[in-house]
């Protein structure tokens, strides 16, 4: 049974497909691959269609990871498929957990920093877009810092299903 994760920030064209891209080669060299769904949206369809933001692009080139994407805007319907929900900052968080039909719905939104042990009380993942490319660079590092985290969180999740 695959385990199902999707990113969430607000247009799906800089952080989110930054962990997507991140998490899905992390699970990869973890084993987990087959066994991880991984994608991304935003809370907003301001960007669908669209790909990922050039220097969202380039970043993730430059570091060694793919950066193929296609924007789109999360809907509640999804949540009946997905496993978890990582929201990249306490607004989206907030729009996610009121999106959700249910409670159950509602406890499958995390933030994605709140699996990095170094992140301390700011979880937020600072949004990029209107800034330069060490913006870019910066939330690269707070993803891979994150992703170590919950790719272990997740391999408990997926071995619990295999018990």
Same mark, same amino acid.
């Given at each position: ?75 509640p319907s ?9 929201? $990249? =900052? ?9 999106? @959700? ?5 509602? /406890?499958? %939104? &995390? ?14 993942v600072p ?5 330069? $490319? =060490?913006?870019?660079e910066e ?5 891979? @810092? ?5 790719? /272990?969180? %997740? &391999? ?8």
């Amino acid at each position: 049974m695959t385990y199902r994760v999707c990113f969430v920030c607000t247009g799906n064209i800089c952080r989110s497909p930054m962990a997507e891209s991140v998490f899905r080669a992390r699970a990869e060299e973890a084993g987990l691959d087959g066994l991880v769904e991984v994608d991304s949206a935003g809370t907003g369809g301001w960007h669908e269609g669209d790909g990922a933001d050039p220097r969202t692009a380039s970043v993730l080139e430059e570091n060694g990871y793919g950066s193929a994407h296609t924007a789109r805007q999360f809907q509640p319907s999804w949540f009946s498929r997905l496993d978890l929900v990582i929201a $990249l =900052d306490t607004g989206h968080l907030k729009a996610l957990r009121r999106l @959700a039909p249910t409670e159950e719905d509602a /406890a499958k %939104v &995390r933030l994605l920093r709140s699996y990095d042990p170094s992140a301390g009380d700011d979880l937020d993942v600072p949004d990029p877009y209107y800034g330069g $490319l =060490d913006g870019f660079e910066e939330c690269l590092e707070m993803v891979e @810092a994150a992703s170590t985290g919950l790719v /272990a969180a %997740v &391999r408990e999740q997926v071995e619990g299903r295999a018990a």
